[in-house]
């Protein structure tokens, strides 16, 4: 039995995927069952962002597995504590907190912001404003902080203490502001929403806002962070900083690990046994994740980006001039989406039966979030294969 056959009999059903099993990866490719090669711009959901295999990060796995792979946070490692030092010193942080995902960090984000305030007395304010088209996880708490129904249905009744306002519209922010409210959370750009950057005004008036309500600000940037929009976080595009911040996806290459980084004062809300995980920051995870901030924190691989970024950008607008197909570029570095007027699906399925991966959001959003070493002619192929389907 193959492994197509093996899955569906035996995994749950859960995921609608394409109908090959990919068996090998190198760089920005992939390679089927069959020995198909395709050029990879998704990178497992803006996860790969050194490619596939890359040597360096291999190289990391390999040495710490055989010397020390898990021990339990009762204990201090080198990994561990080599990379809450760089973390700290390449943002704002002062603090970090290991975990496995994502969903992982918000559900640590959530419980900080909340806690912070019970500590200080404060035990009304539990409140946690999100926006609407978000995505912070799947988790009972991060789906109730999602903004998307479709996420949630199913799986009521949900968590109390959660709303959603409009993204990119700070009047509907003030106006659910009451003395309840701990923090305000949300991504500098939306990545399952539909690749919408934030608008710097309004990012500049919440960083106000929380200010002046001594709210806690908490940007995920699960998707959008890590070198994904051309700077090492994306809130540095805008020139401010959250109190909290959720990294995960690239931070490991492939390697399971997520990040709640905070700074001084947020951090003061956990305390000993108030918050803990297994497997977070184990000696192999935090050795993987070391290597790929090594390299992505580079100004001059964060400079690439960015150009390659501009120019991937500009040959999609080239399209939008040239069909009425599409409906809309949009997006920050290398996460960016083409909005089209028909189903996604179609383009997606085509795409890849050209050589080409690529995923679909929001029905009508073709994203792309390929490996950050990308280069222009793979970029090129891929435009060209785009504008005949268009």
Request: glycine share 8%; net charge neutral.
């Amino acid at each position: 039995m193959d492994s197509i056959n093996k899955t569906d009999n035996f995994v749950f059903q859960t995921y609608q995927r394409q109908g090959k099993a990919l068996v090998r990866g190198e760089g920005v490719y992939l390679w089927d069952e069959d020995g198909k090669k395709y050029i990879d711009f998704l990178a497992g959901i803006a996860v790969v962002s050194l490619g596939h295999c890359h040597p360096k990060i291999t190289e990391a796995i390999s040495r710490q597995a055989s010397t020390l792979v898990h021990v339990s946070n009762l204990f201090y490692t080198m990994p561990q504590a080599d990379l809450a030092s760089k973390l700290c010193e390449k943002s704002f942080a002062d603090r970090v907190f290991f975990a496995n995902s994502g969903a992982e960090a918000n559900e640590a984000a959530i419980k900080l912001s909340r806690r912070y305030f019970q500590k200080k007395g404060e035990k009304d304010r539990f409140k946690i404003i999100t926006m609407e088209q978000s995505f912070h996880g799947r988790t009972m708490a991060t789906l109730t902080a999602t903004g998307q129904d479709k996420i949630k249905d199913g799986f009521y009744p949900l968590l109390k203490g959660f709303s959603h306002v409009p993204f990119n519209d700070i009047d509907a922010l003030k106006n659910q502001i009451d003395e309840t409210v701990c923090a305000i959370m949300l991504e500098p750009v939306q990545g399952e929403g539909g690749i919408i950057p934030a608008d710097p005004d309004y990012l500049f008036a919440v960083r106000q806002l929380c200010n002046d309500k001594k709210i806690l600000l908490i940007f995920d940037e699960i998707q959008c962070g890590m070198g994904r929009c051309g700077t090492l976080f994306a809130h540095e595009l805008y020139g401010i900083t959250p109190d909290i911040m959720t990294i995960a996806k690239a931070l490991g290459n492939g390697f399971p690990i997520g990040a709640m980084l905070a700074t001084q004062n947020a951090a003061t809300g956990f305390d000993y046994g108030s918050h803990a995980t297994t497997f977070g920051g184990t000696p192999l995870a935090t050795a993987a994740a070391l290597e790929v901030m090594n390299i992505i924190s580079q100004n001059i691989f964060l400079d690439k980006v960015h150009q390659i970024g501009e120019y991937f950008k500009g040959e999609l607008l080239k399209l939008k001039e040239k069909h009425t197909k599409v409906v809309e570029v949009r997006g920050k570095g290398l996460l960016l989406g083409l909005e089209i007027d028909k189903d996604a699906g179609f383009f997606v399925g085509k795409l890849f039966e050209k050589g080409f991966i690529i995923n679909g959001i929001q029905d009508k959003i073709l994203r792309f979030a390929p490996p950050l070493i990308i280069e222009k002619q793979e970029i090129d192929k891929l435009i060209l294969a785009l504008d005949s389907l268009l």
